[in-house]
C-alpha cells in the first residue's frame, strides 16, 4: 500500500513541485557559485601567488603572509591604527547609541520623527559626500576651528595632523549611531514596565534600576550589537580615503587595513599580496567573532539562563 501512495498522484506532483522550485533557484544557486563561492576559492589561491593582474599568477607558497608580518612595516602600521580605532570606536559607538535610546524610551512626543532623524547618520555616514563634509570641517580653516577661533583659541588642522588625524575618523564613527540607537530602542521596548514598578516599589532608584534590569536584559541587544559594529568597523574604508586623499596619511595615522589592502591591489598591482592581506583580515574577524561567541556565556543573559 505504501509502495502505491509512493508512486500515485501525489508523489508525481511532489517531484514536479520540487524540480519547479529547483528550477526557480537555480539563478541563486549560479550566483552564488560564480559571484561569491568561485571568486572566494579564487582569492585563496592568488593569495599564494605573486599576480599583477598584467601578467600571469606565479605560486610563491607562503612568501606573501611571511612577507607581510617580517618585512612590512606599514602592514604592521595598518594593523594597529585599525586596532586603536575599532577598540576605541565601537564601545564610544554602542555607549552613545544606547544612552540616546534610554532617552527616547521616555515616550518623548514625535518618538517616529527623532527615530528617523537619529538613523540618518547610519545611512550617510559611511557615504563620499559625508566624508568630504568631514574633511571640511576638521580642516585648518573648517568649521571646528572657526567656532574655536570665537572663544579666542587657534585650533589646529585636525586632519593633517597625525595626533588628531585619526581621532577625527573615530568621532565620525561613534556620529553614525542610528542602527545600534534603533536596535537597543527596540529591545528597550521588550522589557515589561512590570519589572521597573516593583523595582520602584522597592525603593530603588534610576541608577540602581539601570543596573539590575536594563543592562542585564539588554545584554543579548548587547552582543548582537558588538559583533556587527565589530565586523563593519574592521572593513571601514571610505572614510579613511577620502579624508586622507586615499594614502592614509598624515604618517599613516589614518592608514586603515582595508586602506592598505586597496594600495596594495589596485596602486602597486600586487593582486597576490592584496589577496594575502584579505584573508588575514577575515581570520581575524572570524577569530574575534568566536572569542566574543565564547565570552558571551559569562555575560550574556537569555531569560532566566546566563
Request: hydrophobic share 50%; charged share 15%.
Given at each position: 500500500?505504501a509502495?502505491?501512495v ?195 516599589v522597592?525603593g ?85 567573532t ?8 559569562y ?8
Amino acid at each position: 500500500m505504501a509502495d502505491m501512495v509512493r508512486g500515485g498522484p501525489r508523489s508525481l506532483r511532489a517531484r514536479r513541485e520540487a524540480r519547479a522550485a529547483y528550477l526557480f533557484l537555480a539563478p541563486w544557486f549560479v550566483g552564488l557559485l560564480v559571484i561569491t563561492i568561485g571568486p572566494i576559492f579564487a582569492s585563496l589561491y592568488l593569495s599564494f601567488t605573486d599576480y599583477s593582474l598584467l601578467k600571469e599568477a606565479k605560486w610563491v607558497g607562503l612568501e606573501n603572509y611571511i612577507k607581510m608580518f617580517t618585512e612590512d612595516e606599514r602592514f604592521l602600521a595598518s594593523l594597529k591604527v585599525t586596532t586603536i580605532y575599532v577598540v576605541v570606536s565601537v564601545p564610544l559607538q554602542l555607549a552613545f547609541a544606547l544612552a540616546l535610546a534610554l532617552v527616547l524610551d521616555r515616550g518623548l512626543r514625535g518618538l517616529s520623527l527623532y527615530r528617523s532623524i537619529f538613523y540618518l547618520p547610519s545611512l550617510l555616514g559611511g557615504s563620499v559626500a559625508i566624508a568630504i563634509l568631514w574633511r571640511k570641517v576638521f580642516g585648518a580653516d573648517g568649521l571646528v576651528n572657526a567656532v574655536l577661533s570665537l572663544f579666542g583659541i587657534q585650533g589646529p588642522g585636525w586632519i593633517g595632523d597625525p595626533d588628531t588625524a585619526l581621532g577625527t575618523l573615530i568621532l565620525l564613527h561613534v556620529w553614525t549611531f542610528g542602527a545600534p540607537m534603533i536596535i537597543f530602542l527596540a529591545g528597550l521596548r521588550q522589557i515589561p514596565s512590570s519589572y521597573y514598578e516593583a523595582a520602584s516599589v522597592d525603593g530603588a532608584g534610576s541608577l540602581r534600576q539601570f543596573r539590575s534590569i536594563t543592562l542585564p536584559l539588554l545584554t543579548p541587544i548587547i552582543f548582537f550589537n558588538l559583533v556587527l559594529e565589530l565586523i563593519k568597523s574592521f572593513q571601514s574604508f571610505t572614510q579613511a580615503f577620502i579624508v586622507s586623499n586615499g594614502k592614509g596619511g598624515p604618517a599613516d595615522s589614518t592608514l586603515f587595513y582595508t586602506l592598505y589592502l586597496y594600495l596594495q591591489g589596485f596602486k602597486n598591482f600586487d593582486m597576490g599580496y592584496a589577496a594575502a592581506m584579505a584573508w588575514v583580515l577575515m581570520v581575524i574577524i572570524a577569530a574575534l567573532t568566536g572569542v566574543n561567541f565564547l565570552a558571551s556565556k559569562y555575560w550574556v543573559f537569555y531569560g532566566d539562563t546566563k
